[in-house]
């Protein structure tokens, strides 16, 4: 199901971002953990780099645990918070709470490929910024969970 409206989550910081929006949902059957595949596309600046990646998939569940681990960092400003991917390893992304609210973002990227591309970087954010995403994230769950009911 193409989304009529495409769903965004975004996470600044000093030097870069990354956003991911999300064009489609494959609601025909859920996945082996409950969730379903989601298809969209991947952005990543930093320091003057950007990089798009047209075609990238997810899912509800991975989305759904990235956010549920955001907020417990968030409420508490204490400890790390993991995007991990259940089949590719393609991207990972841990933020770190590293005191007095700031947080530090390590973002790692791969497209295998012919030719393969790796992007790791590590930037800077604080808990405005994080309250913003978590803001995204939460939309973007209720946006999957009104459709697929």
């Known amino acids: 199901m193409i989304l009529e409206k495409p769903q ?10 990354i956003k991911l929006t999300i064009h489609e949902i494959f609601s025909e059957s859920q996945n082996w953990n409950g ?4 298809r969209g596309a991947l952005y990543i600046k930093y320091n003057g780099l950007t990089f798009c990646e047209n075609n990238f998939y997810s899912s509800t569940i991975i989305i759904e645990n990235f956010h549920d681990n955001l907020k417990q960092i968030y409420n508490t400003l204490c400890g790390e918070a ?19 609210g700031h947080a530090e973002v390590e973002i790692d990227y791969s497209e295998y490929s012919e030719n393969q591309l790796n992007l790791s970087f590590k930037f800077k954010t604080d808990q405005t910024f994080l309250q913003e995403s978590l803001k995204n994230l939460s939309d973007m769950l209720k946006c999957f969970n009104l459709l697929m009911k």
Request: glycine content about 12%.
């Open 8 to 17: 965004s989550f975004e996470l600044k910081g000093n030097k870069g971002y």
């Open 35 to 38: 969730g379903f595949s989601l």
């Open 82 to 100: 993991s995007y991990i991917p259940e089949y590719d390893d393609n991207l990972k992304i841990n933020i770190k709470m590293i005191g007095q």
